[in-house]
């Protein structure tokens, strides 16, 4: 494994441990959504509770995998590409 | 003669208080109270308990109506009450999309989901403007129609300057919760993978207006 292999190692692992924390900090919902349900009592009806949707995004744990995936992907093609390409030919 | 006349008429008379359950509010006679809000604010939701994530999904295109007379209600409440599937919200658009889909609920087909009222007892007078009670009526969805239970507490507001800031005329807040499962109703939850539990809980929450 080269510098270029090892960063590209690197660079790929921080993503998906980012990934993950931001997954964790939005509350470690699975589905990613746009709008989340707030309660609301009414005036005239105390023991009656509304519910109203508040455009806000959450993070879920589908995008955190669905970037990690495609992280992983790239990771893959460059480590690859930044292969040591004398070594490769004397090894085979 | 005269006595027994009287003990007679004494006992009609309290066991017709006693069997007519009803508000005592300042209105009298039939009323008919109108669930059409055009501020959305009126709800039907559901709840479903997933192994992955809770759904909650809600409706606010509720339109119907109920009539009874306010010193009868038991006796007397006929209505019906339903909401527009396509107004179904989950929070997701894509599952708002599934849920609308022929596979699920069929919103082209079966554009509303629908109670309709057919008797009601163990009537609980909670205050005088509020009653409790368990109403037994016909629940449609997704082209079938069974009989359901529902818990229901129903409050009389009469016509003031604060119901006034809502809607005119005297208010009927009404909130319900009741069971059903998707498959009495022909909604097949295993083409989504299980995803949406088979037991649904289903709460309104509306308030109608008798003008």
Redesign the interface.
Known sequence: MNIKQKRTLIIAAIIIVALLIIWIAFGGHIFTRTQVLVEKKDELFPDMVQKEWVNKFIWGLDLSLVISVITIFIGSILFYLFRDKKRSAELS | MNKFLLSFLTVLFISTIISAQGFKVKTTGIQTFNFEDKNG?N?A?FFSATP??DI?G?GNAVSGSVSFDVADFAKTLKGRISVKVSSI?T???L?NHHLQSSNWLYADKYPEISFEIVSINDVKQTADNRLEFKAKGNFSMHGVTKEVVADV?A?Y?DEND??RK?APGD?L?V?SKFNINLSDYDVDNALIGNKVAEKIEISI?I?GSNK
């Open positions: 604010r709800q939701s992955l994530e909650t809600t919200n929070g997701i658009d599952r507490d409050t507001l604060q119901t809502r208010l807040g909130r929450n308030v």
